[in-house]
């Protein structure tokens, strides 16, 4: 796989001069079973979260409130992914390496995932990424 099959999902938007509405469901608007969700809030200024790659985990990250990029990387090739409406999600396969950054006042990232926690699913260190992908660091 390559970065190219991470991709945004338009979720159904339900128009009301009340407010809209938008759902997603598992294995409908969401290509996986739901095992988990958390989401990230409160984020400082100029931080950035992820910073990392799983193993097995399939995931769908939403910006629920405010905006923030997604730098996706599968060890040939980069993307950035800008997330700014709730509407729209972001599907990322396993192996690949993911940043988060540039979130906006507010922002709350909504993350759904095909995996229960495991800290053995993570990839933390570049390097490790890269063996597992087959490409040599430069």
Not at 19 to 38: A, D, M
Not at 78 to 92: A, E, S
């Amino acid at each position: 796989m390559s970065i190219a099959d991470c991709r945004k999902i338009d979720f159904p938007k339900i128009h009301d001069p009340r407010g809209n509405l938008t759902f997603v469901e598992s294995q409908r608007h969401i290509p996986f079973e739901i095992k988990r969700v958390y989401y990230l809030y409160d984020i400082p200024g100029g931080e950035t979260r992820a910073g990392h790659a799983h193993k097995k985990l399939q995931q769908v990250l939403i910006a629920i409130a405010g905006s923030f990029d997604v730098l996706l990387d599968d060890g040939k090739e980069k993307k950035r992914v800008r997330l700014d409406r709730p509407f729209w999600g972001l599907y990322i396969h396993p192996l690949t390496w993911r940043v988060l950054q540039n979130f906006s006042s507010g922002s709350v990232c909504l993350s759904i995932v095909s995996e229960f926690y495991a800290e053995s699913d993570y990839f933390r260190e570049y390097d490790e990424f890269l063996q597992a992908v087959g490409v040599q660091n430069k």
